[in-house]
Nanobody, 127 residues
C-alpha cells in the first residue's frame, strides 16, 4: 500500500515556474513507476509526465516537452515535477499516481494502469 500527497501548487503568472512534489509513504516506493496527470474543469484527466522506478526513463505529453521535467529522489520517497514557462492552458488540478513496476523501463501513460493516487494540487496560471 502506498499513500501519495502532492504539494507545491498555487497561483502563478504566465511564464512563471512551479515545482510540484509527490511525497510517498509505504514500503518499496523505489520500485514504483510514478506519473503526473492533470484535470481541467470539464475535461478528462490527462497524462502529463511519468518516470520509471529507476529514474532512467521519462515520458512527457508533447505539449509540456521542454518546459516540464519529472524527477525522483528515492531516498526521500519523493517525485517532483518542475514546471517552467507556464501557460494559461496548464491550469488544472495536478495528481500524482503510482503503480508497482520494478525492473520495467516502459511506463504507462494511461490513468487506468495506476493503482494509487494522491488528492491533487491546484495549479492556476494567470495570463
Amino acid at each position: 500500500q502506498v499513500q501519495l500527497v502532492e504539494s507545491g501548487g498555487g497561483l502563478v503568472q504566465a511564464g512563471g515556474s512551479l515545482r510540484l512534489s509527490c511525497a510517498a509513504s509505504g514500503r518499496a516506493f523505489s520500485t514504483y513507476a510514478v506519473g503526473w496527470f492533470r484535470q481541467a474543469p470539464g475535461k478528462e484527466r490527462e497524462f502529463v509526465a511519468s518516470i520509471s522506478w529507476s529514474g532512467r526513463s521519462t515520458y512527457y505529453l508533447d505539449a509540456v516537452k521542454g518546459r516540464f521535467t519529472i524527477s525522483r529522489d528515492n531516498g526521500k520517497n519523493t517525485v517532483y515535477l518542475q514546471m517552467n514557462s507556464l501557460k494559461s492552458e496548464d491550469t488544472a488540478v495536478y495528481y500524482c499516481a503510482a503503480y508497482p513496476a520494478a525492473g520495467v523501463e516502459i511506463i504507462s501513460t494511461t490513468p487506468r494502469r495506476y493503482d494509487y493516487w494522491g488528492q491533487g494540487t491546484q495549479v492556476t496560471v494567470s495570463s
